[in-house]
């Protein structure tokens, strides 16, 4: 990578920054989840591969930087000294019970370390709007408070994976006969999540 980003190396790895590689990211994610879900072993090992040069690319992009320059060592260290604080139960003196307490702890010194006191830090809201909505209902859970959300109906109990897939698409049938762009009326939906979460927490600093 680093003689690709040379002189004398390739014109198109030269020309690229941070911003035009994010495409390529998200192309080499989706085809890894693929390659997952085919359980093809070939294809999971070579997608690991292209997943790992966009971080060497993105790390060799960063030495440049004039202000605020990082490598690959750094990066490597910054994960594994993450790694150390965030499971005190395996390299400090912290027990724990079982893997729920693990990510309680988690969450925990993730939001001291990143000063966060609000469910809605740190969450990515570019994201597509259904992930963004079950990751701002599990940072709520997190921060211990309950919101009033609108449920016109109660799923049965006993509903499996397959067939809750089965609703969602039966639903997303409906709205397209009816002319709704699900994704977008999902994201206004998730916006309003946010403003209700935001509500609540400045009344919760006022008590």
Not at 11 to 16: I, K, T, V, Y
Not at 99 to 118: D, H, P, T
């Amino acid at each position: 990578m680093d003689k690709l980003r040379s002189p004398g190396g390739c014109p198109w790895d030269a020309e690229q920054d941070h911003q035009t590689l994010l495409k390529y990211l998200l192309e080499e994610s989706y085809e890894f989840i693929e390659a997952v879900e085919e359980n093809d072993r070939t294809d999971m090992q070579e997608e690991l591969g292209d997943l790992l040069l966009q971080v060497f690319f993105h790390s060799r992009i960063a030495e440049e930087d004039k202000d605020q320059p990082f490598d690959i060592e750094d990066v490597a260290r910054t994960i594994a000294d993450k790694l150390e604080r965030r499971h005190p139960h395996v390299f400090g003196e912290t027990s724990v019970k079982d893997s729920n307490e693990v990510l309680e702890n988690w969450e925990k010194q993730k939001a001291i370390e990143k000063g966060r006191n609000s469910a809605i830090d740190g969450v990515p809201t570019a994201q597509p709007a259904l992930p963004l909505i079950a990751k701002l209902l599990y940072r709520v859970d997190k921060f211990d408070y309950k919101l009033d959300i609108k449920r016109d109906f109660q799923l049965t109990e006993g509903i499996d994976s397959d067939s809750f897939g089965e609703l969602m698409v039966g639903i997303i049938a409906q709205a397209v006969e009816l002319g709704i762009d699900p994704e977008a009326s999902l994201r206004n939906a998730a916006n309003a999540l946010i403003r209700d979460i935001q509500v609540h927490e400045q009344g919760r600093i006022g008590l």
